[in-house]
C-alpha cells in the first residue's frame, strides 16, 4: 500500500496544501501524548495490592473531598492497599496500616522515566511504565495505568503476536503495530481510557512482555490505517487465525464495514497449530445442559459462505429445539483462562458429527482414524479394550471437563474446526506466513483491510 502522499504526484500544489490542511484538521486533535488503560485483565476485583516504585522518582499524591497531600516516592519506595475491615486501609513503606478515607491515590511519574510492579495474593506480577492511581470501589482495588501512547504499543504488540516472531516475522509485527495503534487511536476518539483486557480491547501486559517487537513499534511510529475517503481511522480489527478464510463484520457484529471482505485466505492454511485445526469432543447430556436442554440427539448447522456457522439448531432427546448462534456454541465452551490446545473449541467455523451411543464404546483413537465401525457391530469390551487404545467415547464429558467415572447411556458430538477467533480483519498467524514469504507489512495490511490509505498520524 502506497502512503498517501505518493498516490497524486501530479496534483497542483493548491490541492495539496488544502488536502493535508484538512487532513491536520480531521485526525490530529483526537489523541493526547498519553492514554489511560484501565487494569483488568490480571487486576480485576482485586482486594490487595502492592505497588512497588522500580525506576524513576514518583510522586505520591492522596486526593480527598477536601485536600490532598503530595509525598515524594523514589525508587525501592513501596504502597500496598487493602480491606481494612469496615474501610480500606493502606500502608507507605514500613508504616503500618492506616484506614483510609480518600478518593484517588495517585502515583505521578516525576520526569521522563519511571517503572512500578504491580502485585496480588495470588501470585500476579505485572512491571508497568508510566503512572498509576489507585481507586477503592465496590469493596475492590481499581487500577488506571497512564502511559505513553508509543510504550502502551510495545506492551501491546509482543502478546498480542509474539517476540519470538522478529527474526522472521518482523514484518507481520510491524502489520500488528500499525493495527493496534490504529485501533488505539479509534478507541480514544472520545475518551482517552482503554482496558488491559483481550476480551474487551487489546492484551497489555507493561514491560513484562517488552522485547525484540518494541522495533516493529519503534519502525512504525505514528502510522494509522485511515478510510481512504473520510481519512478517519479505521476500526482496525484482527484475530489469531481466520482458518482460511476472511470473515464480514456485519456476520459477526451486525454491524457493516466497508474495510473487510470476506475471501479465502491462503496464507493462513496450515500455520498456526491448534489455532488452525483444533477438535472438540462433548457428551449428549453436558452440550444440552449448557442451554437448558436434555441430552442433545441432532444439531443442524446453518453455515456461512466462508464456513463459519451463523445459527446452530439443537433438539434434545424429548423433543425440545433450541438455536443458537455460532458463537454462543462457542463462548459456551470457549476456554477461557486456560491454555490452547488442539483439543479447544477455539471459534466457530466447525462441523458437527454425532456419535450414537452404540459406536461411542469404541477408542477414539479409532474414530480419528476413520476406521468403519459396523452399525450392528457386537460389542467385545475385553477385545476392545486390548485391540484399541484411548479412552472409550461413552465416558467423555467432554474436551475440558475429562472423563466420567462410568460410561454414559447418551450420544457423543465432535466438533471438528478452524481458527482462532471471529475471523474479521487481519489474521495474525497469516500475516506471519505473508511476512516468512517476503511480503511487507504494508502489503499484509493491504491484503486484509480494504480501501483504506497508510498515513503518519504523529511524529
Given at each position: 500500500?502506497?502512503?498517501f502522499s505518493?498516490?497524486w504526484p501530479?496534483r497542483?500544489?493548491?490541492f495539496?496544501?488544502?488536502f493535508i490542511?484538512?487532513l491536520?484538521i480531521?485526525?490530529?486533535?483526537?489523541q493526547a501524548?498519553?492514554?489511560?488503560?484501565?487494569l483488568?485483565?490480571?487486576?480485576?476485583?482485586?482486594?490487595?495490592?502492592?505497588?512497588?516504585?522500580?525506576?524513576?522518582?514518583y510522586?505520591l499524591k492522596?486526593v480527598?473531598?477536601?485536600?490532598s497531600t503530595?509525598t515524594?516516592?523514589p525508587?525501592?519506595s513501596?504502597?500496598?492497599?487493602t480491606w481494612?475491615?469496615?474501610?480500606?486501609?493502606?500502608?507507605k513503606?514500613?508504616?503500618?496500616?492506616?484506614i483510609?478515607n480518600g478518593?484517588?491515590?495517585?502515583?505521578?511519574?516525576?520526569?521522563?522515566?519511571?517503572?512500578f510492579?504491580?502485585?496480588?495474593?495470588?501470585?500476579?506480577?505485572v512491571?508497568?511504565?508510566?503512572?498509576?492511581?489507585?481507586?477503592w470501589?465496590?469493596?475492590?482495588?481499581k487500577?488506571?495505568?497512564?502511559?505513553?501512547?508509543?510504550d502502551?504499543l510495545?506492551?501491546?504488540?509482543?502478546i498480542?503476536?509474539?517476540?519470538s516472531?522478529?527474526?522472521?516475522g518482523?514484518?507481520?509485527?510491524k502489520?500488528?503495530a500499525?493495527?493496534?495503534?490504529?485501533?488505539m487511536?479509534?478507541?480514544?476518539?472520545?475518551?482517552?481510557?482503554i482496558?488491559?483486557?483481550?476480551?474487551y480491547?487489546q492484551?497489555y501486559l507493561?514491560?513484562n512482555?517488552?522485547?525484540?517487537a518494541?522495533?516493529?513499534?519503534e519502525?512504525?511510529?505514528?502510522?494509522?490505517?485511515?478510510?481512504?475517503?473520510?481519512?478517519?481511522?479505521i476500526d482496525?480489527?484482527?484475530?489469531?487465525?481466520?482458518?482460511g478464510?476472511?470473515?464480514l463484520?456485519?456476520?459477526?457484529?451486525?454491524?457493516?464495514d466497508?474495510?473487510f471482505a470476506?475471501?479465502p485466505?491462503?496464507?493462513?492454511a496450515g500455520?498456526?497449530?491448534?489455532?488452525?485445526?483444533w477438535?472438540?469432543i462433548?457428551?449428549?447430556?453436558?452440550?444440552?445442559?449448557?442451554?437448558?436442554l436434555?441430552?442433545?440427539?441432532?444439531?443442524e448447522?446453518?453455515k456461512?459462505?466462508?464456513g463459519?456457522?451463523?445459527?446452530v439448531?439443537?433438539?434434545?432427546?424429548y423433543g425440545?429445539l433450541v438455536s443458537?448462534?455460532?458463537?454462543?456454541?462457542?463462548?459456551?465452551?470457549?476456554?477461557?483462562g486456560q491454555?490452547?490446545t488442539?483439543q479447544?473449541?477455539l471459534?466457530?467455523?466447525f462441523s458437527a458429527?454425532?456419535?450414537?451411543?452404540?459406536e461411542a464404546?469404541?477408542?477414539l483413537?479409532?474414530?480419528?482414524?476413520?476406521?468403519p465401525?459396523?452399525?450392528?457391530?457386537t460389542?467385545?469390551?475385553?477385545?476392545?479394550?486390548?485391540?484399541?487404545?484411548?479412552?472409550?467415547?461413552?465416558r467423555?464429558l467432554?474436551?475440558?471437563?475429562?472423563?466420567?467415572?462410568?460410561?454414559a447411556t447418551?450420544?457423543v458430538f465432535?466438533f471438528?474446526?478452524?481458527?482462532?477467533?471471529?475471523?474479521?480483519?487481519?489474521?495474525q498467524?497469516?500475516?506471519?506466513h505473508?511476512?516468512?514469504?517476503?511480503?511487507?507489512?504494508?502489503?499484509i495490511?493491504d491484503f486484509?483491510?480494504?480501501?483504506?490509505?497508510?498515513?503518519?498520524?504523529?511524529?
Amino acid at each position: 500500500m502506497l502512503p498517501f502522499s505518493s498516490r497524486w504526484p501530479f496534483r497542483g500544489l493548491v490541492f495539496a496544501f488544502f488536502f493535508i490542511a484538512t487532513l491536520m484538521i480531521q485526525v490530529s486533535p483526537c489523541q493526547a501524548k498519553e492514554i489511560e488503560v484501565e487494569l483488568v485483565w490480571k487486576f480485576k476485583g482485586a482486594g490487595w495490592v502492592k505497588i512497588q516504585i522500580e525506576q524513576g522518582n514518583y510522586l505520591l499524591k492522596e486526593v480527598n473531598k477536601d485536600a490532598s497531600t503530595s509525598t515524594a516516592f523514589p525508587a525501592g519506595s513501596s504502597l500496598e492497599l487493602t480491606w481494612g475491615g469496615w474501610s480500606p486501609a493502606f500502608k507507605k513503606n514500613y508504616d503500618a496500616f492506616m484506614i483510609w478515607n480518600g478518593k484517588e491515590i495517585k502515583l505521578m511519574r516525576q520526569g521522563e522515566y519511571g517503572s512500578f510492579l504491580v502485585q496480588t495474593p495470588d501470585g500476579q506480577r505485572v512491571s508497568y511504565r508510566g503512572s498509576l492511581s489507585l481507586r477503592w470501589e465496590d469493596g475492590n482495588c481499581k487500577l488506571i495505568n497512564r502511559v505513553d501512547q508509543e510504550d502502551y504499543l510495545k506492551g501491546v504488540v509482543p502478546i498480542e503476536m509474539s517476540n519470538s516472531w522478529a527474526g522472521d516475522g518482523l514484518e507481520a509485527l510491524k502489520a500488528q503495530a500499525v493495527a493496534a495503534r490504529t485501533y488505539m487511536v479509534r478507541k480514544t476518539q472520545n475518551t482517552t481510557r482503554i482496558t488491559d483486557s483481550p476480551d474487551y480491547d487489546q492484551a497489555y501486559l507493561g514491560r513484562n512482555v517488552e522485547g525484540s517487537a518494541g522495533r516493529a513499534v519503534e519502525s512504525t511510529r505514528g502510522e494509522i490505517l485511515v478510510d481512504s475517503i473520510t481519512y478517519q481511522a479505521i476500526d482496525a480489527l484482527y484475530s489469531s487465525h481466520n482458518g482460511g478464510y476472511m470473515e464480514l463484520a456485519e456476520n459477526v457484529w451486525n454491524n457493516p464495514d466497508p474495510h473487510f471482505a470476506s475471501q479465502p485466505d491462503p496464507f493462513s492454511a496450515g500455520i498456526g497449530g491448534p489455532a488452525d485445526r483444533w477438535r472438540f469432543i462433548v457428551g449428549a447430556d453436558v452440550l444440552g445442559k449448557a442451554f437448558e436442554l436434555g441430552p442433545i440427539a441432532k444439531i443442524e448447522l446453518d453455515k456461512l459462505p466462508s464456513g463459519r456457522i451463523k445459527k446452530v439448531s439443537m433438539q434434545d432427546i424429548y423433543g425440545k429445539l433450541v438455536s443458537v448462534s455460532g458463537r454462543a456454541l462457542v463462548q459456551k465452551f470457549y476456554p477461557y483462562g486456560q491454555p490452547i490446545t488442539s483439543q479447544a473449541f477455539l471459534g466457530n467455523m466447525f462441523s458437527a458429527q454425532r456419535i450414537p451411543n452404540h459406536e461411542a464404546v469404541f477408542s477414539l483413537d479409532q474414530r480419528v482414524k476413520g476406521m468403519p465401525i459396523p452399525l450392528n457391530a457386537t460389542i467385545d469390551s475385553q477385545k476392545i479394550k486390548t485391540r484399541y487404545s484411548g479412552p472409550r467415547l461413552s465416558r467423555i464429558l467432554s474436551s475440558s471437563q475429562g472423563i466420567r467415572d462410568f460410561p454414559a447411556t447418551y450420544d457423543v458430538f465432535i466438533f471438528n474446526g478452524r481458527g482462532w477467533g471471529h475471523g474479521v480483519g487481519m489474521s495474525q498467524w497469516g500475516a506471519y506466513h505473508m511476512a516468512q514469504r517476503g511480503y511487507t507489512y504494508r502489503e499484509i495490511l493491504d491484503f486484509y483491510y480494504q480501501q483504506t490509505d497508510l498515513i503518519k498520524f504523529y511524529l
